[in-house]
């Protein structure tokens, strides 16, 4: 069954550097997404991504946070300066389109800053 | 703007047993509701969804839900768990919009099922 993968599993960082958090979607989908959670906390929606745009995306998705789906496979969140809490499990998701309201979402990449 | 309350974050329940988990919604808008579930180092797995039509949806692994208009619920049941239902359960919504579909996710409950 396809799936949605993420690399790398755990990701550790300074404070200040860049990361990039890769993701790659099942392959004839158009919706892309990223999520966030925090520990202990809820899941919250970043961005989302249709016909190499962002669709929509959320207050945290701040000048620091920017997504690219350079080779038609693969779909990256850039955070350009790392912050200590941006630590987070960060979740890639992807849709058929977007009358599926079918989100199947990568293991995640666990991102600790320090 | 959306927002899901589970107001349980953890549920015990013995193997068998049946269990419901909680789940009310606040939108100034039409919305359809999931049920996620999130095992142990994985990604969230769709368990089900209400998008119209029957307020009685089944999903996956023998979980259904019910969507209750006037009380703003949607509660997930099983009449019988099993030990591999050990997970974290997520509601959450998604309005009515064209484009894509951002979720709006509860804070999770986590099920325990023992022996």
């Known amino acids: ?114 | 703007a959306q927002s899901v309350t589970q107001l349980d974050s953890q549920v015990p329940v013995f193997e068998e047993a049946p269990v419901e988990l909680r789940c009310n919604y606040s939108s100034s808008v039409s919305v359809y509701l999931f049920w996620y579930v999130q095992y142990p180092n994985q990604g969230l797995q769709l368990l089900l969804k209400y998008l119209s039509g029957s307020t009685l949806v089944k999903g996956i692994n023998g979980f259904e839900a019910e969507f209750n208009k006037s009380q703003t619920s949607f509660h997930l049941r099983k009449p019988s768990v099993h030990i591999s239902d050990t997970a974290e359960y997520f509601c959450a919504v998604t309005r009515l919009t064209g484009g894509g579909n951002k979720l709006t996710f509860g804070t999770g409950t986590q099920l325990k099922v023992e022996l």
Not at chain 1, 3 to 25: A, D, K, N, Y
Not at chain 1, 74 to 79: D, Q, R, S, V
Not at chain 1, 82 to 90: G, I, N, R
């Open chain 1, 1 to 114: 069954e396809p799936e949605v993968t993420q690399t790398p599993s755990h990701q550790v960082t300074q404070m200040g550097q860049e990361v990039i958090l890769r993701c790659v979607p099942i392959s004839n989908h158009l919706y892309f997404y990223w999520y966030r959670q925090i520990l202990g906390q809820k899941v919250e929606f970043l961005v989302s991504f249709y016909n190499n745009e962002i669709s929509e995306k959320s207050e945290i998705f701040d000048d620091q946070f920017s997504v690219e789906r350079p080779d038609g496979s693969n779909f990256t969140l850039k955070i350009r300066s790392t912050k200590l809490e941006d630590s987070a499990m960060y979740f890639c998701a992807s849709e058929t389109d977007s009358s599926s309201y079918e989100q199947y979402f990568g293991p995640g990449t666990r991102l600790t800053v320090t």
